[in-house]
């Protein structure tokens, strides 16, 4: 048996295990961050009435202006929930709205807010 490709194949071994074990521990903490640090919401996003932005924002063109006004309409009397990054709000009231609206996939969280994060309201 050649040492020296078994040395070099060793090295590789190392080099991959630690690779692939460094991402399993990366997947794995951020999971679990997400699990354990948001707090559910105590709003109830379920059951709301979306009309205010079923009635104003609509496709196919989804008007970024006109969406984003009615988002906030609706958003706003709740950012002080909406904003609290402890709690799963945000979260679940883009989940809902989508649901609501059937509008595409992280359209409001992409376009209406700052930052990706907050409402920003007056
Ligand atoms: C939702 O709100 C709209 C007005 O914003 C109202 O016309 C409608 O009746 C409401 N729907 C329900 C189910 O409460």
């Not at 109830?44 to 006004?69: D, L, V, W």
Request: some cysteine.
């Amino acid at each position: 048996m050649n040492l020296k490709l078994l040395s070099n194949s060793l090295h590789l071994f190392l080099l991959l295990s630690f690779f692939i074990l460094n991402v399993f521990y990366t997947v794995y903490s951020s999971r679990n961050l997400i699990q354990t640090e948001k707090v559910p919401c105590t709003l109830n996003f379920q059951n709301m009435n979306y009309t205010i932005i079923t009635s104003q924002c609509k496709g196919p063109h989804y008007p970024r202006q006109e969406c984003c006004a009615a988002f906030k309409e609706f958003a706003c009397p709740y950012s002080q929930n909406i904003n609290d990054e402890s709690t799963d709000c945000l979260t679940l009231m883009l989940s809902n709205i989508r649901l609501y609206g059937g509008y595409p996939v992280g359209m409001f969280g992409n376009t209406c807010l700052q930052g990706k994060q907050h409402v920003d309201c007056p």
